[in-house]
């Protein structure tokens, strides 16, 4: 769009139009230049030609603008005896009428003037008549240009006193310069301001604008691009911005804010490894945010960002929380049809120059489909790529999927390192770079309070008589392969046998009777969480996973504890559904396989239940995380551990079970060590370390 597809009127008066609405708005978006001469240097006379602002700020355009300064009497006294120089008392005039106690609609308005002035994007001249008992220079006069050259002039009268600024009347005659009889008066209103700009005008002196009045009004800018200018005209709202700036009242924790100097430093790329719940998608906005700002300031802005992440619901977030960081992101995912079209029209638009830039998240399935991939590769070089959960990314397929033309990355875990994988790992800090300091674990976050804390009770639960024969046999056949020597992690015979012995133990019935014993003194709680599943990976719902969470479920209801049961086919509308009823309380719990491992965000869990968990450190971690996330009145979690201990199964057997015991006892005693009741839950777990000579853990 241009000025010339504007609706514009020969005149506005306020009593028939509102000036901010119908006309400075229209007009700022669409313009890349601004010129404007408002007579008086006063707080009131700039709040005026800033009106609108805030939509010239989104558009990136540069701004010219003339005042005259105003004198008092014995200023100009002053500068006649020769007390003072003239230049001196011009700029003590100007920081004195710039250090008042402002109402909050000018400060907005010298917010945004501020910003385009540290930016390079404003240049402020002064004009002063030559005998300075001549009076002022009191010219009213604006030009908007846009990009193809089209012209918006207007001038006129206007009531610029602060208290007009609520209810002021101001008329103003325009002219453009597609229309037919303008042209001439348009060629005589650009000469006068050139004129004057350059100065040239006739009893004038221009000068340029006093240091110490630009540091005045630099007092007045913050770090954030002005976002939320509050004009008097009710009709008015802001809409979103086009590119990403911190949210007012925005401030993020020391640990937050050392992460995104050291990406910077570490040249655009790098891995933050973070735990869950101490606000990794907050710090990746807020670099992106950060890396719009300095892009801009050097004349090469930011033009894209894309966010890939492992599931829809994660889309969803991560849409919220751009939003607040002014984002309208495109959401690739599912039907391509829903996406494709808008995602096109979008990267001809940055091509083209007529929008400044992109974003669009997406998930790790979408990512490799080539509905995707053919459009991917045009995306906007000056892009920074997020991967969120970024483990997942170093998987083969993946990893070859992501845009190798993108040279500014960031990756997000709290366990970046792949479980019994180097190669992808390598594969994954290859691409997006080393993880980066600090290291922000869960004992920091909770120690920040970015996590709440907590308290650990493990249940030790036993096999049946059933189980225990089961568990032999596999166990004697694990042993006999772990016997056999090779490379344990390419045995494909022996990881199935660790899988089998791992399901049997993740359904081990017994663990029912130990939560049946433990939710019937339970029955009044709210805000719990179960965890279930078979106990073998992590990323995958197998048959007996979910016959497992159809049996916790039917014991629950039994009970007559509200829960349901939050599944991968749990569509997008059920899941945000069930996190209000969890939320407010009216279900009492959630019954989960996987899809809580990574990313969502529940903040109301008090309590979690875990009934299985494999033996990846990346799944607790994150199921920790997710548990102890703040919330109001939240002021520590309860985390519920059933441990299966392993039947004695004679000498023969003992060095492979402890082996194998050792991996699982090292996640149950980090869970202790950093629990408040660590001496009581370390306690529970002594007579295995004990029996299976474990005491160094």
Not at 211 to 235: D, F, H, I, N, Q
Not at 506 to 517: D, I, M, Q, V
Request: charge should be neutral; charged fraction near 25%.
């Amino acid at each position: 769009m241009s000025l010339k597809e504007l609706k514009l009127r020969n005149q506005y008066r306020t009593d028939r139009a509102d000036l901010v609405q119908d006309f400075y708005i229209p007009c700022f978006q669409q313009s890349v230049t601004y010129s404007r001469a408002v007579g008086f240097f006063s707080s009131s006379a700039l709040t005026a030609a800033a009106q609108g602002l805030q939509a010239f700020i989104q558009s990136q355009g540069r701004m010219r603008l003339v005042a005259s300064p105003h004198l008092s009497a014995e200023d100009i006294d002053a500068i006649q005896q020769g007390l003072k120089q003239r230049e001196q008392v011009i700029a003590e005039a100007l920081s004195r009428e710039l250090e008042q106690d402002f109402e909050q609609v000018i400060l907005d308005r010298l917010a945004c003037l501020a910003w385009l002035l540290r930016h390079g994007l404003l240049e402020i001249k002064l004009a002063v008549h030559r005998n300075l008992e001549q009076g002022i220079y009191h010219e009213k006069l604006g030009v908007f240009v846009d990009r193809a050259g089209n012209t918006v002039v207007f001038s006129g009268s206007a009531n610029e006193s602060v208290s007009a600024l609520r209810n002021n009347f101001e008329c103003i005659d325009v002219f453009r310069s597609w229309r037919v009889g303008d042209d001439e008066r348009i060629a005589e209103k650009i000469d006068d301001f050139q004129r004057l700009w350059d100065n040239k005008t006739l009893n004038l002196e221009v000068l340029e604008f006093p240091e110490a009045a630009k540091r005045s009004l630099l007092k007045l800018c913050s770090e954030r691009m002005p976002t939320g200018v509050r004009e008097p005209s009710a009709k008015y709202s802001v809409t979103p911005s086009l590119y990403p700036l911190l949210p007012s009242g925005l401030t993020l924790r020391s640990y937050q804010r050392q992460a995104i100097d050291n990406w910077f430093a570490n040249q655009g790329c790098g891995t933050l490894k973070m735990a869950t719940g101490s606000g990794k998608t907050i710090t990746a906005l807020a670099i992106a945010a950060e890396l719009y700002r300095k892009s801009f300031q050097q004349n090469k802005p930011l033009q894209g960002l894309l966010i890939v992440c492992p599931y829809r619901h994660l889309v969803t977030q991560w849409a919220q929380e751009a939003r607040k960081f002014g984002l309208e992101p495109i959401l690739a995912f599912e039907t391509a049809q829903n996406w494709q079209g808008e995602l096109q029209s979008q990267l001809l638009a940055v091509h083209s120059g007529n929008r400044p830039f992109m974003s669009v998240i997406t998930t790790n399935a979408t990512l490799i489909r080539e509905s995707f991939q053919s459009q991917l590769q045009f995306f906007p070089k000056r892009s920074l790529i997020i991967g969120d959960e970024a483990h997942n990314l170093g998987a083969t397929r993946l990893e070859a999927s992501l845009p190798q033309a993108i040279p500014l990355r960031l990756a997000l875990s709290a366990t970046p390192e792949r479980y019994f994988d180097e190669q992808g790992s390598e594969r994954l800090f290859d691409y997006f770079g080393s993880v980066l300091e600090p290291e922000f674990t869960l004992k920091d976050a909770i120690a920040a309070k970015a996590l709440v804390p907590y308290v650990y009770y493990p249940i030790l639960v036993e096999l049946t008589g059933s189980e225990i024969d089961q568990y032999a046999e596999l166990s004697s056949k694990i042993g006999r392969a772990i016997a056999m020597g090779g490379d344990i992690n390419e045995n494909e015979a022996l990881t199935a046998l660790l899988m089998q012995r791992a399901r049997l133990v993740g359904g081990a019935a017994n663990k029912l009777e130990a939560l049946r014993s433990l939710m019937m003194n339970r029955l009044q709680t709210r805000h719990t969480l179960f965890y279930c599943g078979d106990g073998s990976v992590e990323d995958e719902v197998t048959q007996e996973s979910t016959r497992h969470l159809e049996a916790v479920t039917a014991l629950l209801d039994e009970l007559g504890y509200r829960v349901k049961p939050y599944t991968a086919e749990t569509t997008l509308v059920e899941r945000e559904e069930l996190r209000q009823q969890f939320a407010q309380g009216s279900l009492q719990g959630l019954v989960a396989i996987r899809c809580l491992d990574e990313g969502v965000d529940i903040p109301a869990i008090r309590s979690a239940v875990i009934l299985a968990s494999s033996s990846n450190p990346r799944q607790f971690i994150q199921r920790r995380g997710r548990i102890l996330r703040p919330s109001p009145g939240k002021e520590r979690a309860e985390l519920f551990d059933m441990i299966v201990i392993p039947p004695d199964l004679g000498r023969e057997s003992w060095s492979t079970e402890r082996s194998l015991l050792r991996k699982e006892l090292r996640r149950f005693i980090e869970f202790a060590d950093l629990a408040i009741n660590s001496g009581q839950a370390r306690k529970i777990l002594l007579p295995l370390q004990e029996k299976y000579q474990l005491l160094e853990l």
